[in-house]
């Protein structure tokens, strides 16, 4: 059953801590991307993928961090360096421009 | 630069009502048009795609349609049921790896 999986679902940090949120797909897309998507406002681009051992900054990569180092899978790691981490976040993944995918999401909260 | 506007923000209809949601971007290069269905708390679900040479899809009660030159889609609901609450997004692809979205329509259907 091919998809794109997410974990955890839900995600406690304590101030000055990393998290990382794991994305897994088996789709066999190039292309995978996290977003964060806080209430009221659209999903925002963290950091995307096109291929293996490459990644691109989003319009709000500050204070997160990535790696690609095999197709199928796209660790976001959120650090301490941001700010005001507590949103929802979300995967999703594509092959050129067909359609794109999503996980189900992991809601991080800061305590 | 490309925004994504929804309007309108909600809507709350009754059981069997047919409905249309609205999406403009502001430039009309764009690679293709993805609608998706969001739950409470949940990822995204693909609902429908329009390549940017197409000017509408079809999947079961609903319908999309694309007019690049002015830069609208609409997503046509048929019969609507209390199912089909949830918010929806459209997103834009302006290039072969970022998606733009809109900050989606909360449909809210009565029984």
């Known amino acids: 059953d091919g998809g794109i999986t997410q974990s955890p679902k839900y995600l406690f940090r304590k101030e000055g801590q990393n998290v990382t949120l794991s994305c897994e797909q088996n789709l066999n897309h190039d292309a995978m991307y996290w977003y964060r998507q806080d209430p009221g406002q659209g999903l925002r681009l963290i950091y995307y993928?096109?291929?293996?051992?490459?990644?691109q900054k989003g319009d709000i990569a500050e204070g997160y961090s990535v790696s690609r180092e095999k197709k199928e899978s796209f660790p976001l790691t959120v650090t301490s360096a941001q700010k005001n981490p507590t949103a929802f976040y979300l995967c999703?993944?594509?092959?050129?421009?067909?359609?794109?995918?999503f996980g189900q999401g992991t809601r991080l909260t800061v305590v | 630069k490309q925004e994504v506007t929804q309007i309108p923000a909600a809507l709350s209809v009754p059981e069997g009502e047919n409905l249309v949601l609205n999406c403009s971007f502001t430039d009309s290069a764009i690679y293709n048009l993805q609608w998706f269905r969001q739950d409470p708390g949940k990822g995204l679900t693909s609902l429908l795609l329009i390549q940017s040479s197409q000017r509408e899809q079809t999947s079961g009660r609903l319908n999309a349609s694309l007019d690049k030159s002015s830069g609208r889609s609409t997503l046509y609901i048929a019969a609507s049921q209390p199912g089909d609450s949830a918010t929806y997004l459209c997103?834009?692809?302006?290039?072969?790896?970022?998606?733009?979205f809109g900050t989606g329509t909360r449909l809210k259907v009565l029984a």
């Open positions: 997103a834009v692809k302006p290039g072969t790896y970022k998606y733009i």
């Open positions: 999703a993944s594509s092959k050129d421009i067909a359609e794109a995918f």
């Open positions: 993928s096109q291929i293996v051992n490459d990644f």
